[in-house]
């Protein structure tokens, strides 16, 4: 055979390969998934993110045809399980659910993944806004109120906290930042512990997911000054946002979302986040997310892309403001 002819022929299978290699990967798209798929979670059973996973995990285990096996891997703020999803075949039998943390862990340590880089977003499915509450005791009922007393008092207000450069202690330092105060900074091991000590008023106030905290506003055990969404949360209607009480901008989510390995067939991506939309809208799920003051996204892939450019882009700014850096 002539070199030519050589060249034709491989440049003939080469063609043929690019023709085929898409159209198998398509064929595999759409037969999937033809066995369990293991959903990691990045925190420990029993928590929000944990919460959310598993109201989104049955009906989606049901529209799949398959299992989706909640795996829980604590630990780091999620860097842990989201080390070991990264180096997960991209073929959609592996998949991530992480919340806001991760963002915020990512920026103030190092990590052996690459948060933008290593994954395919698929949907951020829910959220819940963060709410300021303040213990009964303080003599404040507006944001207002509170941005004067605390610089009528500088370095006297407590605020506790999830922990250091958690996205509570990250919440706050925006919001002295905003408001031109001085509070003192008091983290804990987790909000547990920071309730604790808000309730028996050794800390004055805290930015908190308003599922964690709601009840105990409720039973008036807390007093609610504002809501950190971007519109009032349908849980309290009554109370007014940040921006609604003169913090321009002030938008603090505590989201939940979904990620799969990059190189994840996007037939896959997608059929994922039309089952994920359904999921949120079945009036059971919704029901249950509200009660821990949730509510379903259901972004589009493209949608959840340019959030976490967002967030990433928003908490890198008040961490070189507040110099805060990882533990």
Same mark, same amino acid.
Do not use: C
């Given at each position: 055979?002539?070199?030519?002819?050589?060249?034709?022929?491989?440049? *003939?299978?080469?063609? +043929?390969?690019?023709?085929?290699?898409?159209?198998?990967?398509?064929?595999?798209?759409?037969?999937?998934?033809?066995?369990?798929?293991?959903?990691?979670?990045?925190?420990?059973?029993?928590?929000?993110?944990?919460?959310?996973?598993?109201?989104? !995990?049955?009906?989606?285990?049901?529209?799949?045809?398959?299992?989706?096996?909640?795996?829980?891997?604590?630990?780091?703020?999620?860097?842990?399980?989201?080390?070991?999803?990264?180096?997960?075949?991209?073929?959609?039998?592996?998949?991530?659910?992480?919340? +806001?943390?991760?963002?915020?862990?990512?920026?103030?340590?190092?990590?052996?993944?690459?948060?933008?880089?290593?994954?395919?977003?698929?949907?951020?499915? +829910?959220?819940?806004?963060?709410?300021?509450?303040?213990?009964?005791?303080?003599?404040? /009922?507006?944001?207002?109120?509170?941005?004067?007393?605390?610089?009528?008092?500088?370095?006297k207000l407590?605020?506790?906290?999830?922990?250091?450069?958690?996205?509570?202690?990250?919440?706050?330092?925006?919001?002295?930042?905003?408001?031109?105060?001085?509070?003192?900074?008091?983290?804990?091991?987790?909000?547990?512990?920071?309730?604790?000590?808000?309730?028996?008023?050794?800390?004055?106030?805290?930015?908190?997911?308003?599922?964690?905290?709601?009840?105990?506003?409720?039973?008036? /055990?807390?007093?609610?000054?504002?809501?950190?969404?971007?519109?009032? !949360?349908?849980?309290?209607?009554?109370l007014p946002?940040?921006?609604?009480?003169?913090?321009?901008?002030?938008?603090?989510?505590?989201?939940?979302?979904?990620?799969?390995?990059?190189?994840?067939?996007?037939?896959?991506?997608?059929?994922?986040?039309?089952?994920?939309?359904?999921?949120?809208?079945?009036?059971?799920?919704?029901?249950?997310?509200?009660?821990? *003051?949730?509510?379903?996204?259901?972004?589009?892939?493209?949608?959840?892309? !340019?959030?976490?450019?967002?967030?990433?882009?928003?908490?890198?700014?008040?961490?070189?403001?507040?110099?805060?850096?990882?533990?």
């Amino acid at each position: 055979m002539s070199g030519l002819a050589q060249i034709a022929l491989v440049g *003939g299978l080469a063609a +043929a390969l690019v023709i085929v290699a898409p159209h198998a990967a398509a064929q595999s798209a759409a037969s999937y998934p033809t066995k369990p798929v293991r959903l990691i979670v990045a925190s420990g059973a029993g928590g929000g993110l944990d919460f959310v996973a598993r109201q989104v !995990a049955i009906p989606l285990s049901e529209a799949l045809g398959q299992t989706v096996v909640v795996d829980n891997r604590a630990g780091a703020s999620g860097s842990i399980a989201a080390e070991l999803s990264s180096q997960a075949a991209p073929d959609g039998y592996t998949l991530m659910f992480l919340s +806001a943390s991760l963002v915020v862990y990512g920026i103030v340590n190092k990590t052996r993944y690459d948060l933008y880089r290593d994954f395919a977003p698929v949907s951020q499915v +829910a959220a819940a806004p963060y709410m300021l509450t303040v213990h009964p005791g303080l003599p404040v /009922k507006t944001v207002k109120e509170l941005i004067a007393y605390a610089k009528a008092t500088p370095s006297k207000l407590n605020y506790a906290s999830t922990g250091n450069a958690s996205l509570a202690h990250l919440a706050t330092e925006l919001f002295t930042h905003s408001t031109g105060t001085e509070l003192v900074h008091i983290p804990y091991k987790g909000v547990g512990a920071a309730l604790g000590d808000m309730l028996s008023g050794r800390v004055q106030m805290s930015f908190l997911s308003a599922g964690s905290v709601y009840s105990h506003v409720r039973s008036q /055990k807390l007093r609610a000054v504002a809501i950190a969404s971007a519109t009032r !949360a349908k849980m309290a209607p009554d109370l007014p946002t940040m921006i609604e009480s003169g913090v321009p901008g002030f938008v603090v989510t505590q989201w939940h979302g979904m990620l799969a390995p990059r190189g994840t067939p996007r037939p896959v991506i997608e059929r994922l986040h039309r089952e994920i939309v359904k999921a949120v809208q079945r009036p059971e799920v919704a029901s249950r997310l509200a009660l821990d *003051g949730t509510e379903g996204i259901a972004s589009s892939p493209q949608e959840f892309t !340019a959030h976490l450019k967002s967030e990433r882009e928003q908490w890198e700014k008040v961490v070189k403001l507040a110099n805060i850096r990882g533990e």
